[in-house]
T-cell receptor, first 112, second 114 residues
Framework: RKEVEQDPGPFNVPEGATVAFNCTYSNSASQSFFWYRQDCRKEPKLLMS???SGNEDGRFTAQLNRASQYISLLIRDSKLSDSATYLC?????????????FGKGTKLSVKP | DTEVTQTPKHLVMGMTNKKSLKCEQHMGHRAMYWYKQKAKKPPELMFVYSYEKLSINESVPSRFSPECPNSSLLNLHLHALQPEDSALYLC?????????????FGNGTRLTVT
């Protein structure tokens, strides 16, 4: 069974902290990788696509390690507004877009 | 602000009612999706429309009936639902169904079945 595994947390961190989430996936043929954030009772919103070379967007850095089949998300200088659930999403090779596999999410709570 | 618009935002319906959820996108995306999400769970795929044709039905009960009138619109018709169908229903779209383009979600319809 194809799976995406995440630490459910919660991660409770103070403002300004650096926090890292990891996500592992079971299908080595997976092609595309994303991080979404979801606020309570809201829709998931795309945070970043994850590329093989790694990518950075402001305080957020995503990395992909194909050999070990994991994806990471690093958040620097955490803000209160970063509090949310972070979903790791993997697209499998050869399937239609419907073959997106969602992790169960990691909850982050940033405290003052 | 989301570019995928869903209506209504909230819906309460009885088990004998018939209602419809609506979704609209004007990004020129060719794939549209319905997901169901229960509290503290990730979204679960229900249906995928690719170029206005139903391409995936994840064994969804027939009391849920999708419809794609054109490339910008997606409906989900509801009939004889059960209380356990109460959930957040999310519509999403993506540029191309076969490639690695990400999904863009609407803000969802929170459905309560009484």
């Amino acid at each position: 069974r194809k799976e995406v595994e995440q630490d459910p947390g919660p991660f409770n961190v103070p403002e300004g902290a650096t926090v890292a989430f990891n996500c592992t996936y079971s299908n080595s043929a997976s092609q595309s990788f994303f991080w979404y954030r979801q606020d309570c009772r809201k829709e998931p919103k795309l945070l970043m696509s994850v590329y093989s070379s790694g990518n950075e967007d402001g305080r957020f850095t995503a990395q992909l390690n194909r050999a070990s089949q994991y994806i990471s998300l690093l958040i620097r200088d955490s803000k209160l507004s970063d509090s949310a659930t972070y979903l790791c999403v993997v697209k499998d090779y050869g399937g239609s877009q419907g073959n997106l596999i969602f992790g169960k999410g990691t909850k982050l709570s940033v405290k003052p | 602000d989301t570019e995928v618009t869903q209506t209504p935002k909230h819906l309460v319906m009885g088990m004998t009612n018939k209602k419809s959820l609506k979704c609209e996108q004007h990004m020129g995306h060719r794939a549209m999706y319905w997901y169901k999400q229960k509290a503290k769970k990730p979204p679960e795929l229900m249906f995928v429309y690719s170029y206005e044709k139903l391409s995936i039905n994840e064994s969804v009960p027939s009391r849920f009936s999708p419809e794609c009138p054109n490339s910008s619109l997606l409906n989900l018709h509801l009939h004889a639902l059960q209380p356990e169908d109460s959930a957040l229903y999310l519509c999403a779209s993506s540029q191309d169904p076969g490639q690695g383009s990400p999904l863009h979600f609407g803000n969802g319809t929170r459905l309560t079945v009484t």
